[in-house]
């Protein structure tokens, strides 16, 4: 909008000043000197004419106050161009005020010392062109006797000459001029007493006339700066706004300082003409010094009216240019803050979701706060900016039709995002009260159905258990009436304003499984209370061997299974036939629990899976938040700014492979696993398929240690800040780098869950493999970990095979050879190793613990020494600690006494190690039988020999080349603990052997531990077949024709004999699969040892 700048009746501020007249009637007034549209005569014009003093003013007065004009003795007079004539003349007649002006001029003329000839010619060309009124002409005619008598001859007969013209008087002295003019009015040349100096009075008149033209040209510029202003278009904006203002005071300032200086010009002006008044009280001013001071005056006061009408002018102006730049603020503070408010209203309308459950109301309770926060600087700018537009409105501001609707608009935007915000806040309470109640219905029904799995059936089959459990349940029951959902339909009228049709469907779900729940627990219920009820007669069951009951373990479903598959020994006999129905009805009992059971196993895989595939789902999210806000970032050219040196072209470092991590599970794996939403029992079968994509992780957790590293570097860039400022995270990046690590931990925890619920499942199997394959992962990222750790070796670990386990052991050595002072303290003080068992050699390196933090105090290992698998051999069991085995290399030329932290470490390691040289046998034997058909007469070589380097090594192929003829000893290999040997003398070090590594000052004692060496071990010697005996056994061939109820087992499982049994049955637990039950004697001697030998055996007495 344009608005004029000042009102156009304000335009008259500028006084004008009276006009200066041009003719010689009129006095010039000061007016005259601003606004002749001829410009009049000045000093400053005809100073040089004036400096002649062929005539002057002298300030002088009649009797009737005529002006005086003087024209004093001047030789040259006659030589006075009429021009500069005439313009002295009009210059000194335009003086004195009109008033004195008309009243005419007295001319004085003195002619005392010039001729007679000279006297007419001045009287007529004075009379003939004098500008103004004549009231008297006195000449002092010459004083010499001849031209004294001569003027007045001639002034006889010459008189009617100068009556036409003016009224001439001839004068012969000075004292006879005093008769007509007083001696006051006379300067000191004509007998006066009038002070008065020409030079000062042309300087004050060039003076005076400066000063007017100063002061009209100060009023031209005020009046056009005043039209300026008043025409002035205020601007739209503020900057222009701010423009104008500026500009305008800058001119104001300017004007202000020029009105400044002419005042200041007009009272140095008045001072000076005052100036004989401060020199001496006696002294006055003649008219015309009177006239000036007057003229000054009046031109001092003529300013001093214009600039204090001009600084009203400009007050009103800059008030209204201000109030312009304050409304050119609000305006524009109001669009921004109106933009501001719709885009929070356009945001808070987003806000639609209700959320799907308890925690996730909560996380939307949690940003609709965080928004509210991050909202309150704007609603309460808009509110400050409304009170703003009141105090404009309270001061007058000029715009107030425009300001108040804005005000009253920005209260509405306020107040209704406040509303909608408090209307959010009321739905999201709701709804988190609808998902509390829901949660703690589904919280009660889980605990329902755990307690309905955790009722154990063999107690309920008794009077009291039965009451037992009718009691549990219910009181159970009762805690249902704070928990459960009462009534559906007062559900859906409370929370209608929330009910979506997918929560509509959740609260039916939840509704539905809480009534499946206390129809499960009515029927239990039942069932309970018929067991509960009959009087059961008293029934005392006779085992056909009382001693294998009392050697029994503990109750366990093998058991049961057995005693009800096999007719029944104790129901043959004749007391128990008579309770064969009461124990069929309770037969048909435990088969509806086991139903309820199964529902309830159902409902907890569901639950598994879908916390698989809400978490899938997130660490999805999360990678991809990480790789958008963070690492593509650190391509963006905008943010290099921010990247230190020490981070730029370090991305791959910092993420290793997370790209390829994420792409996997995003088009991948979460897409097949939400295939397995309905059937969670067969997820292991996704894990399965996609076993080798997940090896990936091994090159994103070898990767981590340098991550962390330029992380702790690099953790204060302000790029990693302004990344987790963008996408809001609490948590910075490293959190994030290790959810790739976390992840892979998960699934291990998750297949455990979903395996526990599972067993009876079709899917069971794929779960157990997929758990295992999981576990072998993260070891192998373990392992791979501590195996790029170890620092000092030679050669290319890569070519030692695949690393199969690695773990920190005592050691002690004992060598044939060696000194003997080393080999006493090599049986007493053990040496800290860390091992690492490679497919064909196991190294041993010293652990040192690294100064740090985070990755940085991860361990390195210093390689010490290794042992060829090709020529190594293992005795499980050493007397005196379950946790020792020893490896011994050459025949035990080299012995070294291994002590795990556990047993459960030890039978591992024995196991594996068992494992690699049974297979290393089997290839030495297949090679030994295929070289035999092309040269009967050539000794086969060990496949592994050929990668040893160690002396001896033709030793051990001739041992194993005698012992080829029997296909299933491992004599040598793998020696058990039954039948003693005398030890070997004379151990010392081998060569291959490190004695400087042998017990070290700063390995310490062990001081927990016994003194043994391996005098104690215990090898097998004895042949022929043996009776099984309890101890614990590695099974040596699968079970592929166990009945459907005996114990699975599978070859490399560690399993404990435990007792014998009836019937020829052995209860057996299976240690790796935690599993326990009845195994016949015949099939438990092939799963142990096909021949039925026991030297095939590896077994240990605990």
């Not at 997940?694 to 962390?708: D, L, M, T």
Request: proline share 4%; with cysteine; net charge negative.
């Amino acid at each position: 909008m344009a608005e004029r700048g000042a009102s156009r009746g304000h335009q008259c501020w500028l006084c004008l000043l009276p006009s200066r007249r041009l003719g010689a009637s009129r006095r010039p007034q000061p007016d005259e000197i601003m606004h002749q549209d001829i410009s009049p005569l000045c000093a400053a014009d005809i100073q040089d004419q004036l400096k002649k003093r062929f005539a002057y003013l002298s300030g002088g007065r009649g009797q009737d106050g005529s002006p005086v004009i003087t024209f004093p003795d001047y030789p040259a007079f006659s030589d006075v161009p009429d021009k500069e004539f005439q313009n002295v003349m009009t210059y000194l007649t335009s003086v004195p005020s009109l008033q004195d002006a008309g009243i005419g001029f007295i001319l004085v003329i003195d002619r005392r010392q010039d001729k007679w000839t000279s006297v007419k010619a001045s009287v007529l060309r004075i009379a003939a062109s004098f500008p103004a009124n004549l009231q008297h002409v006195l000449v002092l005619r010459p004083t010499g006797f001849f031209q004294r008598t001569l003027s007045d001859l001639a002034f006889r007969f010459n008189r009617d000459d100068f009556k036409m013209k003016v009224p001439v008087t001839m004068l012969s002295s000075v004292p006879e001029l005093h008769d007509y003019i007083d001696k006051s009015q006379l300067t000191e040349d004509l007998g006066g007493t009038l002070d008065y100096c020409h030079t000062k009075w042309l300087c004050h008149r060039t003076a005076i006339e400066s000063f007017a033209v100063m002061v009209k040209q100060t009023a031209q510029m005020l009046q056009s700066f005043g039209t300026e202003l008043a025409e002035t278009e205020l601007p739209n904006d503020v900057q222009s706004t701010s423009s104008v203002l500026s500009t305008h005071m800058e001119k104001k300032d300017k004007a202000k300082e020029d009105m400044r200086l002419a005042l200041d010009e007009g009272q140095s002006i008045l001072e000076s003409i005052r100036e004989p008044l401060a020199k001496s009280t006696e002294q006055s001013l003649n008219q015309d010094q009177l006239d000036n001071q007057t003229t000054v005056q009046r031109l001092l006061a003529q300013l001093n009216e214009t600039e204090a009408a001009f600084d009203e002018f400009w007050a009103k102006h800059q008030q209204k240019l201000e109030q312009c730049l304050q409304l050119r603020h609000f305006e524009q503070d109001f669009r921004e803050v109106k933009a501001a408010l719709d885009g929070l209203a356009q945001k808070i309308a987003t806000f639609t979701d209700v959320g799907n459950s308890l925690a996730h109301v909560q996380h939307l309770l949690k940003d609709l706060a965080g928004f509210e926060e991050k909202s309150s600087a704007a609603v309460e700018r808009a509110r400050t900016l409304s009170l703003e537009g009141e105090r404009l409105i309270d001061n007058k501001h000029y715009a107030v039709d425009s300001i108040r609707p804005k005000c009253h608009e920005l209260r509405h935007l306020c107040d209704q995002f406040a509303a909608e915000v408090r209307r959010r806040r009321g739905l999201l309470g709701k709804s988190l009260e609808l998902h509390g109640l829901l949660e703690a219905s589904m919280k009660w029904c889980d605990e329902g159905i755990y307690l309905l799995a955790s009722q154990p059936v063999d107690k309920c089959q008794s009077q009291d258990g039965a009451e037992a459990a009718l009691q549990e349940i219910e009181k159970f029951l009762e805690s249902g009436a704070e928990n459960k959902i009462q009534e559906l339909h007062k559900i859906y009228q409370d929370y209608e304003l929330i009910l979506t049709q997918d929560l509509m469907e959740h609260v039916q779900k939840v509704f539905q499984k809480q009534e499946s729940m206390e129809e499960m627990f009515h029927r239990r219920q039942a069932s309970l209370k018929k067991l509960a009820a009959k009087q059961m007669r008293p029934v005392q069951p006779v085992a056909p061997r009382p001693e294998a009951l009392t050697k029994s373990p503990c109750p366990s479903p093998g058991i049961r299974r057995g005693s009800e598959n096999s007719e029944g020994s104790a129901l043959r006999r004749g007391p128990y036939r008579r309770a064969k129905s009461e124990m069929s009805e309770g037969r048909q009992g435990r088969g509806s629990s086991t139903g309820d059971e199964e529902e309830s196993l159902a409902i907890l895989r569901r639950h598994v899976m879908n916390e698989l595939l809400d978490t899938e789902r997130v660490y999805v999210e999360e990678l991809l938040c990480v790789l958008e806000g963070y690492a593509a970032e650190m391509d963006n050219p905008l943010m290099t700014h921010l990247i230190s040196t020490g981070l730029q072209n370090k991305k791959d470092v910092l993420f290793g492979n997370m790209e390829e991590i994420y792409h996997f599970h995003n088009r991948i794996f979460l897409r097949e696993l939400e295939n397995y939403i309905d059937c969670p029992e067969l997820v292991g079968r996704c894990f399965l398929e996609r076993m080798e994509e997940f090896q990936i992780y091994e090159k994103y957790c070898q990767n981590k240690p340098r991550s962390e590293s330029l992380w702790r570097q690099c953790s204060d860039c302000p790029f990693f800040q302004d990344c987790q400022r963008k996408l809001d995270h609490k948590l910075s990046l490293d959190s994030y780098l290790l959810k790739p690590v976390q992840r892979i931990t998960k699934y291990q925890l998750l297949l455990k869950e979903m395996l526990k619920y599972s067993k009876s499942c079709a899917g069971a199997e794929d779960l157990q493999e997929a758990l295992s394959s999981i576990l072998g992962i993260l070891k192998a990222v373990n392992d791979s970990m501590h195996l790029i750790a170890i620092t000092g070796y030679d050669g290319n670990l890569s070519d030692l095979g695949k690393l199969l386990m690695q773990g920190s052991f005592s050691v002690w050595t004992d060598h044939k050879r060696g000194h003997a002072k080393v080999k006493d303290l090599a049986r007493f003080k053990p040496m800290q190793r860390h091992l690492f068992l490679h497919e064909k050699a196991v190294l041993f390196c010293k652990k040192r613990e690294e100064n740090g933090e985070g990755y940085e105090k991860a361990p390195s290992y210093s390689y010490k020494q290794s042992l060829n698998m090709a020529a190594v051999g293992i005795t499980e069991n050493v007397k005196g600690d379950a946790r020792k085995f020893e490896i011994w290399y050459n025949a035990r030329e080299e012995v070294y006494i291994i002590q795990a932290p556990t047993p459960e470490i030890k039978a591992a390691w024995v196991n594996e190690i068992r494992k690699l040289l049974t297979s290393q046998l089997q290839a030495f034997r297949e090679a030994s039988q295929h070289r035999a058909l092309e040269q009967s007469q050539s000794l086969p070589l060990p496949a592994a020999s050929s990668i040893s380097p160690m002396k001896g090594n033709t030793r051990n192929i001739k041992k194993l080349e005698e012992r080829k003829t029997d296909p299933l000893s491992l004599e040598g290999y793998v020696s058990s603990a039954s039948s003693p040997k005398p030890p070997e003398k004379g151990r010392g070090w081998s060569k291959t052997s490190h004695p400087s590594e042998a017990p070290e000052d700063n390995d310490g004692w062990s001081s927990a531990e016994e003194a043994i060496n391996s005098s104690d071990a215990e090898e097998e010697g004895g042949v022929g077949p043996r009776k099984l005996v309890p101890g614990r056994f590695t099974v040596m061939a699968d079970d592929e024709k166990g009945s459907p109820d005996a114990l699975a087992v599978r070859s490399g499982d560690v399993v404990e004999v435990v007792q014998e049994g009836d019937d020829g049955l052995w209860f057996v637990r299976n240690l790796t699969s935690s599993k326990e039950g009845w195994v016949p004697a015949g099939s438990l001697s092939a799963l142990l040892g096909k021949s039925g030998s026991a030297q095939c055996l590896s077994s240990s007495v605990w």
